[in-house]
Nanobody
Framework: QVQLVESGGRLVQAGDSLRLSCAAS????????MSWFRHAPGQERGLVAA???????SYTHSVKGWFTISRDNAKNTMYLQTNKLAPEDTAIYYC?????????????????????WGQGTQVTVSP
């Protein structure tokens, strides 16, 4: 079992930056594909970014160039650096972990891929 706990979300103004953290426990995440999803009111939960166990990263188009996903296996933690936040980035951000060995955008972008989920951290961006 892997337990995931997100932190770092808060109320910010448009243009601000935040670093979200996802701390894992129970097992080392070095062999897991890890991702950030977000769920905004009235929308479906969708992938923001993913980092494979080999270090390959994937981003949804709207955040490419603004957000950066990273992982520190020694600290058993994953991060999402979010820059130039906009009101449309307001959502609950969830981290997720997958022990499988699939690959490719379709695999990483599907929430069904991931076995373990955190409880989420709220990011609210005011205009």
């Amino acid at each position: 079992q892997v337990q995931l706990v997100e932190s770092g979300g808060r109320l910010v103004q448009a243009g601000d930056s935040l670093r979200l953290s996802c701390a894992a426990s129970g097992r080392t995440i070095s062999g897991y594909n890890m991702s950030w999803f977000r769920h905004a009111p009235g929308q479906e939960r969708g992938l923001v970014a993913a980092v494979s166990w080999t270090g390959t990263t994937s981003y949804t188009h709207s955040v490419k160039g603004w957000f950066t996903i990273s992982r520190d296996n020694a600290k058993n933690t994953m991060y999402l650096q979010t820059n130039k936040l906009a009101p449309e980035d307001t959502a609950i951000y969830y981290c997720a972990a997958d022990s499988g060995r699939g690959y490719g955008s379709a695999y990483y972008f599907s929430s069904a891929t991931y076995e373990y989920w955190g409880q989420g951290t709220q990011v609210t961006v005011s205009p």
